[in-house]
């Protein structure tokens, strides 16, 4: 038996690592504008992450405002708000604690048999859009088990141990400083949804 919260888990992992990544290509963006309206269809969705609020930012601005507030902040600037977890710790905890993230999160990776695609932008391996796109690929392995009748506890295991070690201990913190940030007015709000979705997984996680 699979709820439709958890069901749903994987789409909001998936919406958020989509709104991470540096959608420069206006067919990228569109894309991305297309899967915010199929979501905000979804009442149950809508429960769980506010999407309308986000939706309603992004029908006032210009793309070229994204693109603009998008590479301020995460591109430039304030290296503490580049959304890579081990730059964050490099800077914060010295580069012995990055190393061992970075590689921390690649056996993750290969634990799935994983790599990640090449592009001109594709975020790095512990980029928080690929962090995103890991868990959401966690949840849906949790629900293929789930529909099978199977016991999902070595998922959720994993799950659990990914949250703490690559979401929750850097996450929450680098969002209120994109939220404290003067620049920010797109990412301001995204990133409380991103909060308190975080603190809802860390509940139904049990961390």
Request: net charge neutral.
């Amino acid at each position: 038996m699979i709820s439709v919260e958890t069901e749903l888990r994987y789409y909001i992992y998936d919406f958020f690592g989509d709104l991470f990544i540096y959608n420069y290509d206006e067919n990228d963006y569109n894309l991305l504008l297309d899967k915010m309206e199929k979501l905000s269809q979804v009442k149950e969705f809508r429960e769980l992450v506010n999407i309308n609020d986000i939706q309603e930012i992004f029908k006032k601005i210009e793309r070229k405002d994204y693109l603009i507030e998008f590479s301020t902040l995460f591109l430039s600037g304030n290296s503490n708000l580049i959304p890579i977890e081990s730059k964050r710790l490099y800077s914060l905890q010295g580069e012995k604690v990055a190393i061992f993230k970075k590689n921390d999160i690649i056996r993750f990776y290969r634990s799935r048999k994983l790599a990640l695609a090449m592009s001109f932008f594709q975020p790095e391996a512990d980029h928080i859009a690929s962090i995103m796109a890991f868990m959401s690929y966690l949840v849906s392995e949790e629900n293929k088990k789930r529909r099978s009748g199977l016991d999902p506890f070595s998922i959720i295991t994993d799950e659990r141990n990914f949250f703490t070690s690559h979401v929750y201990n850097w996450i929450p913190e680098w969002a209120k400083e994109v939220i404290a940030d003067k620049r920010s007015f797109i990412y301001k709000l995204v990133c409380q949804r991103l909060l308190n979705f975080l603190q809802v997984e860390k509940d139904y996680l049990g961390v």
